[in-house]
């Protein structure tokens, strides 16, 4: 079994930023990838970034290509997304997840992950 627990967000405004942080406890040797998506109201959960847990090789939406950077400290069991040069349209619940193997499937899909966060707002003013 693997836990998440997210925070850092918070009420930002337009160009500034956020650190978040995905706390990972449990069974972590069991995770191949971490993964941060977003939901906003109405919508549909997104895909924002996904990490490697050994390798540390890294994928970006294109949406937040250059602005947002994930990584990893695997001493600490824990993922940060770091949200640069936010925008509106950022604003989102933001979830951390982590996938289960031999489960298989692409890093951008969240039937990839078996395991979810409980969200972390953040809310972008203009």
């Known amino acids: 079994q693997v836990q998440l627990a997210e925070s850092g967000g918070g009420l930002v405004q337009a160009g500034g930023s956020l650190r978040l942080s995905c706390a990972v406890a449990?069974?972590?040797?069991?995770?191949?990838?971490l993964g941060w998506f977003r939901q906003a109201p109405g919508k549909e959960r997104e895909f924002v970034a996904a990490i490697r847990w050994s390798a540390g090789s890294t994928y970006y939406a294109d949406s937040v290509k250059g602005r947002f950077i994930i990584s990893r400290d695997n001493a600490k069991n824990t993922v940060y997304l770091q949200v640069n040069s936010l925008k509106p349209e950022d604003t989102a619940v933001y979830y951390c997840?982590?996938?289960?193997?031999?489960?298989?499937?692409?890093?951008?899909?969240?039937?990839?992950?078996?395991?979810w966060g409980q969200g972390t707002q953040v809310t972008v003013s203009s």
């Open positions: 997840a982590a996938d289960r193997p031999p489960r298989t499937g692409v890093y951008y899909s969240p039937a990839l992950y078996a395991y």
């Open positions: 449990g069974r972590t040797v069991s995770i191949t990838t």
